[in-house]
C-alpha cells in the first residue's frame, strides 16, 4: 500500500512484542500462546542482554533461545526477531541459528537486523561500538548478504569487506524450510544508508517512534531508492508501536501514566534509552479499542501495511488488552 492509498486498521497484520523483560519464561510462552488464541499475525522478540526500560538490571529473556522455545510451543503463529543486533552474533552462525528456528517453526520465522544502538550495552558486554553509525550499517549489509548466500548456496565463500570474516565452501544445512529463506527485515529510520540497503536487500523494513505522517515521508524516501515500483511493493511496511488499551479513554491514559511514571524520570529524559522511550509513549495509540483502530487506520493510510505492538499490560495478571485489541483490530 502507497502513502496515497487509503486504508483500515483492520488492513493491517497485527503482531505483539512479546514481555520479554522483567518476567519469566512462562510468562513469555503464556503470552505467545494467548496471541496465537486470539488470532495475530506473528509475535517478537527484542536482542538485549540488559533491559533498556527501566533498571538495566531487570531480568532479560534471551532472543533466540526464547525464539525456540516460542516456535516449539506454537502452531500456526508466525515469529520474529525485532531486530536482532548485526554485532552480536557471528553472521556464520545466526544463519545456522535462524535456519534451526524456521525448521522448528516449520517455515514461520521472521528475521530483523539492526545495525544496533544501545552502546552501554556494547560497553558493558564487550563488543566495539563503532561509530559514526554508517560503519555499523555497512556491517549489517554485508551480514544480510551472507546469511542470503549460506541460505540459497550449496556453499558459499566470503571475503569480509566491512567485517573481518572470510567463508571458504562455507554452508548451512540443514537449510531453512522457507524458500528462498527467511523473510528479512531491516529496523532503523535513516535514510541514506539504513533505508537503501532496505531497498537494497531486505523483504520488510521496521521504525518506530514516528507519528503518520513522518512514516509517510519515511516511506517516501524508501520508494525512491527503489529501483522500481514493483522493487517497493515488495518491502512489507511496519510500525512498533506502544499501546495501551482500556474499557474506558481514561483507563488507558492511567495505564499509560503509570508506565511512565515507573520507567521514565520525573525531570524528563537524560539519557538515550530514556529519550527513545519517551518518544515511544509520545506515539503510543492510547484509549479505548475503537480509539486504537482509529489511530492505527492513520498509520495504514501512511502506507503501513503491518504494526508490532508493545502491549506493556499484557503480563499483567488477569489483564485483558490483548483480547480488547483483538476483537477490534483482528474481527
Known amino acids: 500500500m502507497s502513502a496515497d492509498e487509503s486504508g483500515s486498521a483492520t ?9 520479554q523483560y522483567g518476567t519469566e519464561m512462562g510468562t513469555v510462552r503464556d503470552a ?19 533491559s533498556w526500560i527501566g533498571d538495566p538490571r531487570r ?35 545466526l544463519a545456522k541459528m535462524a535456519a534451526q528456528v524456521d525448521r522448528i517453526s516449520d517455515g514461520r520465522l521472521e528475521i530483523g537486523l539492526g545495525g544496533g544502538w544501545y552502546a552501554d550495552e556494547y560497553d558493558r558486554f564487550g563488543y566495539e561500538f563503532r561509530e559514526p ?22 556453499t558459499y565463500s566470503h571475503e569480509g569487506e566491512h567485517l573481518e570474516i572470510d567463508l571458504k565452501e562455507a554452508f548451512c544445512e540443514p537449510q531453512p524450510v522457507q524458500e528462498p529463506h527467511p523473510p528479512i527485515w531491516i529496523g532503523g529510520g535513516g535514510e541514506d544508508f539504513t533505508l537503501r540497503y532496505t531497498a537494497d536487500l531486505a523483504d520488510g523494513w521496521n521504525y518506530g517512534t514516528l507519528e503518520p505522517a513522518d512514516f509517510a515521508e519515511k516511506l517516501d524516501v524508501l520508494r525512491e531508492h527503489c529501483e522500481s515500483e514493483d522493487r517497493y511493493d515488495e518491502i512489507r511496511k511496519s510500525a512498533e508501536l506502544f499501546v495501551f488499551v482500556g474499557e474506558t479513554t481514561d483507563a488507558a491514559e492511567d495505564k499509560r501514566e503509570a508506565f511512565r511514571s515507573e520507567f521514565l524520570p520525573d525531570d524528563g529524559p537524560s539519557e538515550p534509552r530514556e529519550f527513545f522511550l519517551a518518544g515511544y509513549l509520545e506515539t503510543a495509540p492510547t484509549g479505548t479499542p475503537a480509539d486504537v483502530r482509529e489511530s492505527l487506520a492513520d498509520y495504514a493510510d501512511a502506507g503501513i501495511e503491518e504494526v508490532m505492538l508493545a502491549v506493556p499490560d499484557a503480563a499483567a495478571d488477569e489483564d485483558e488488552s490483548l483480547s480488547l485489541l483483538a476483537e477490534e483490530l483482528l474481527a
Open 59 to 93: 531480568g532479560v529473556n534471551e532472543c533466540w533461545t526464547t525464539l525456540s522455545a516460542v516456535a516449539e510451543a506454537t502452531d500456526r503463529i508466525r515469529l520474529g526477531t525485532l531486530v536482532t543486533s548485526q554485532s552480536y552474533r557471528h553472521p556464520a552462525l
Open 133 to 154: 553509525p554508517a560503519e555499523r550499517l555497512r556491517r549489517l549489509a554485508e551480514t544480510v548478504e551472507i546469511l542470503q548466500g549460506l541460505w540459497t548456496e550449496e
Open 11 to 19: 488492513d493491517l497484520d497485527v503482531g505483539l512484542i512479546l514481555p
Open 32 to 50: 505467545a500462546l494467548e496471541a496465537e488464541s486470539l488470532g495475530y499475525d506473528a509475535v517478537w522478540l527484542e536482542d538485549h542482554f540488559q
